[in-house]
């Protein structure tokens, strides 16, 4: 008999249970789903990040080696390519508190490190290979480099070398690419540069070549030309003319020596190369030396009696007319007087005496002022200079010429007083009579008179003649205070220059001087002291000097040269005690090794002094130490000028380098892969 089931005790029916099964399924379905995604992202970025720390580790390596490495000493694969695909650099082993080595003042290089990708079978590899030894030798340590590339490793080339595998990865690459300096020269106008370095690189001494090329040009730009002013070679840092230097190549486009005073006369010399490049890679190569003091401007110069002048700056003897502004001797000086005055003169002979102790300064040309009254013009008809006999100072002095005097030439016209003076006329001249208007003075010609005031002078007369209706003279008149000497003496009439004045009846003696003065001097001879030089050598092995000169027949120039261990020279030696360097090029073995240097120029000119020397290009060169070299300048900036880099012997100069590293990787049918790029700078220490 059948027991009846309990109330609220029945099973699941068939579709319930279908039901149940399928979502259970379907929540399996979606907890599987899940959990598969969720892996599958994992494994993508966990492949990511394992790539992007491969790759960041790597650079940050390879950056930490520059930066404890030699920018001149790096070596790269594959030889003459303008990117690289592996380096070689120096390393030096730290110390016990984590500093360089040094030995003999140079930093201690004892490791090679290399960088390098190898296929090894299906995968790339960055490895890294060290050498324990550094070969100096540029051409020895690129045998290596280009060895280990091939072979993957240093094995066979030394037994102290290892390599090992920073990462592998079906796709591996490494890209350095050296950054070198450039300069954009456009500007809406045109301008000089500020001084501006492009980096710098080991240099040995002697000679080496400096190449401007074309790399672009601003989108501004019109064009691709080149304006050069001043090149630096630190550590010495002295500015070297490129007009001056020599070029060894170009692309063959026209170089222009181009005055830039209408610019504002900020250029070195006032002038620039224009090198008229119209295209990429178009270049000029320019020699030059490593070390050397250039002076083509003769800047912040000592003149004694010497200027620079000229578009080209050069040195000569200074001008008559610059000489002059400082008298040889003046009438107030002489006559001590307070006040000048005027006298009416007509029909008169006059003679002025020129004190010879109260002239002061040497000349080898003289020429004389006269003044006209301040309100009354003065003719004169005739003049004469010549020395007077006897001499105020011994008492025997009188009013005759002691010989024939030399008869003057008025071919300058008039100058109003307080007026600058134009260039003056020289002897021989033309003119021996003129009208000085008031208020106005006249100069007679330049003519040859030898003063030498390093012995007693002998006093001068100045005779003069004004005809009448002649007008006034300017008189000087003396302090009124016993004794007055005589300082003129007249007669009346057109009295002869050899005739003794002394027996006419109207003959007077005057306290004060007739129209006459001032005596200017020019002296064909002057001297020009350098400033101060910083080789910055303790021990400077001097070289030789070297200049170029103008000498027009009979002149001279010749170079003195000093050094010294002091900034302010003491204890060089005195230039009168200096051998004097007649002839270019000059050897300085006799010169101290000392580090500061200075020269100084000496010129003298010849009759009948129509031209003067010069001198310029003064160059003293010794062998620079080896080590860093700084490369720098200024340059033109203009609406036509491109882009362009600088070389040093065929060589870029690396500021820094440019490191691209990327990884790629393939993942169930999809690749990734990750890129960095990084700049890294080394030390560039030169040592």
Known sequence: MRKRQAEGQRGFSLVEAVMSLALGAAFLAAVYGSWFFCTKVWNQESLRSKLRADVEFSIEKIKEELRLSDGNGLVFYPQNASTYTAISLPRATPDASGFLSFSGGNVAWDKTM??????????????????????????????????????????????????????????????????????????????????????????????????????????????????????????????????????????????????????????????????????????????????????????????????????????????????GLSPAWQADSQTQAVLPGDLGVSDKSYRSVIFGGVVTKSAKMIRLRFDAASNQFLTIQSAYFGVRQGTEASGSGTSEFASIPIQLFFDNAPVPQGSPDPVGAVNPGSVTSGVIPAGHHVWTNWFEYALDTSVPLPDFLVSLYAPSGAGSVRTLNPIPSPPVPVHAYSVEGNQPISFDWSTLPDYQSHAYLFSVAELAGWDGAGSATSQIYDTQLVSTAYSQVTWSSVLPSGSSAFLKVRSSANANMSGATAWSALPAYLSSPASLSGLSNLRYAQFQVTLNAAPPYTSTPQVDNVKITWPGATGLVTIGGYFTRRPDYGIFKVKVDGEDIVKALEIKLNIAKTYQGKTYSFSLNSEGKTRNTGK
Request: charged content about 15%; overall charge negative; cysteine-free.
């Open 114 to 323: 290399i960088y390098h990708i190898y296929q090894n079978g299906s995968q790339k590899e960055l490895r890294k290979t060290v050498f324990d030894s550094f070969n100096p030798s540029i051409p020895s340590r690129q045998a290596q480099l280009d060895s280990v590339v091939a072979n993957g490793s240093g094995a066979g080339l030394s037994e102290s070398s290892f390599t090992r595998t920073l990462f592998s990865s079906e796709d591996v690459s490494l890209t350095i690419t050296p950054q070198a300096a450039t300069f954009d020269g456009y500007s809406t106008s045109t301008t000089r540069s500020a001084n501006t370095s492009f980096g710098s690189k080991k240099l040995t001494a002697g000679n080496h070549q400096v190449r401007f090329e074309v790399t672009g040009k601003n989108t501004a730009s019109s064009g691709y030309q080149m304006g050069l002013d001043e090149l630096s070679l630190t550590p010495s840092g002295g500015l070297q003319e490129v007009e001056i230097l020599s070029v060894a190549a170009s692309s063959g486009q026209a170089k222009i020596n181009q005055d830039m005073t209408p610019y504002g006369g900020v250029w070195g010399g006032n002038q620039q190369v224009n090198y008229q490049s119209s295209g990429l890679g178009q270049f000029i190569t320019l020699d030059t030396y490593y070390d050397q003091w250039l002076e083509s401007n003769f800047s912040n110069m000592t003149y004694t009696n010497t200027q620079t002048t000229g578009l080209d700056p050069h040195l000569e003897i200074s001008s008559r007319e610059n000489q």
